[in-house]
């Protein structure tokens, strides 16, 4: 089972980055994904989440209006779109494999992340 975030890079304030997550392993239509991120020197909160069914998706406040979370399960891969970077949004971004949306827990390990840097 993997989960490989990449697409992260050093982008200005109001630029714009695609995330990809590309997983392997398992039944990928059968589970929610979540993005992730974790700044320095805090905690790791959740971004966004979409569902197995690909009807439901979720943001934080935070992102809500300039994150779009999206699927291809042909291509077993959840993307980020990420418009309007501000440099509050500078963290390594992980993708993780959930039973749903708004679950306290993920299903295996964290990955390596993708950075994310926002300049001012």
């Known amino acids: 089972v993997q989960l490989v975030e990449s697409g992260g890079g050093l982008v200005q304030a109001g630029g714009s980055l695609r995330l990809s997550c590309a997983a392997s392993g398992f039944t990928f239509e059968n589970y929610a994904i979540g993005w992730f991120r974790q700044a320095p020197g805090k905690g790791r909160e959740g971004v966004s989440c979409?569902?197995?069914?690909?009807?439901?998706?979720y943001y934080a406040g935070s992102v809500k209006g300039r994150f779009t979370i999206s699927r291809d399960n042909a291509k077993n891969t959840v993307y980020l779109q990420m418009n309007a970077l501000k440099p509050e949004d500078t963290a390594v971004y992980y993708c993780?494999?959930?039973?749903?949306?708004?679950?306290?827990?993920?299903?295996?390990?964290w990955g390596q992340g993708t950075q994310v840097t926002v300049s001012s």
């Open positions: 993780a494999r959930q039973y749903r949306c708004g679950a306290t827990i993920i299903i295996g390990s």
């Open positions: 979409i569902s197995s069914s690909d009807v439901s998706t």
